[in-house]
């Protein structure tokens, strides 16, 4: 009868401890710099947050190596719900372009997605393409004299994927960021990238640049009447760049449903879903296991795409 009782009681303990979550601050590590897409997403879900725990909830920025200080900072701290990760695509490109991390990606538990976000083929408008396909054209006829401008390790898997699938070829000419690549095709010092629909939407609007095509499934509301590559003539090409949320593998089941019931509810409320509309994106709500099975295939695609494009592991 006491073992019985005693195996009762040391059985409870846990699910005692995972009912009491969260019982204190949990802190949201962003890679990138104050300002930018995923911290400005970040601040806008903590307070959210914050207030269905009764419990604060901070922004952390740990930025550096392309987010993997971040990365490899969330991936080595302590399994119970009160430090994640914001991260995006970039997640799955790190283990395909990077020789050795310092983390394990398989030591990350993916919580929820939060938004998928649009990206878009843009080209300087002196270039001879009104549209995708007399794009795809022209790159055929001239094979590398089009330049691509590379902004970031994300940028350049899209811009390869782009060019793998169409059979045409591009100089890639790197910058420090999406912001100075766009200056450069709106410059007319590169005539073309492909990037996140924000950062172009008030160029495209002045016509500072053309938009030939949206790299998701479906056209978004910040560019109704940009076509999605697969519309103009490449229907195996589909990218989504979403925003998502991580925690360290290990991580209790409970915890990791509580957090992405949470953050499924916050994404969907008025306000928030406003303030991704501005941002050209849309909210998302999806299980943890629809999350990863979605990270596991773009990390598949994208090391497919490193390896044949030849790209450097540094």
């Known amino acids: 009868m006491l073992g019985k009782l005693l195996l009762c009681l040391l059985v409870a303990v846990p699910f005692a401890a995972q009912a009491q979550y969260p019982e204190r601050m949990t802190r949201i590590v962003s890679p990138f710099s104050p300002g930018g897409g995923l911290d400005i997403v970040a601040r806008l879900l903590a307070p959210k947050l914050s207030d269905i725990y009764k419990q604060p909830v901070i922004v952390e920025n740990r930025t550096g190596a392309n987010g993997q200080i971040a990365n490899d900072f969330v991936a080595k701290s302590a399994p119970d719900g009160y430090t994640l990760l914001i991260d995006t695509l970039g997640f799955a490109v790190h283990p395909a372009v990077t020789k050795s991390l310092p983390y394990d990606p398989a030591t990350m538990e993916p919580v929820a997605q939060l938004l998928s976000l649009p990206f878009v083929v843009i080209v300087n408008p002196k270039v001879p393409a009104k549209n995708l396909g007399e794009l795809i054209e022209l790159a055929r006829r001239q094979p590398g004299k089009l330049n691509f401008a590379q902004g970031g390790l994300t940028n350049r898997i899209l811009g390869e994927q782009f060019r793998l699938q169409t059979n045409v070829e591009f100089t890639f000419v790197p910058y420090k960021g999406s912001s100075p690549a766009t200056l450069a095709v709106l410059s007319g010092e590169s005539d073309l990238t492909i990037t996140d629909t924000p950062t172009v939407a008030q160029h495209v609007a002045s016509g500072g640049l053309r938009a030939l095509a949206v790299t998701t499934p479906k056209r978004t509301a ?93």
């Open 222 to 314: 910040m560019m109704p009447d940009v076509p999605t590559v697969s519309e103009a003539g490449v229907p195996e090409y589909a990218v989504t760049v979403w925003y998502g949320i991580f925690a360290p593998a290990g991580t209790p089941a409970a915890v990791v449903r509580r957090l992405n019931a949470e953050l499924n509810k916050i994404v969907m409320m008025p306000d928030v879903a406003a303030r991704f509309a501005a941002l050209g994106a849309e909210p998302v709500a999806i299980t943890p296991e629809a999350f990863a099975t979605l990270v596991r295939s773009q990390m598949v695609t994208v090391k497919d795409v490193a390896v044949r494009a030849k790209i450097p592991v540094e």
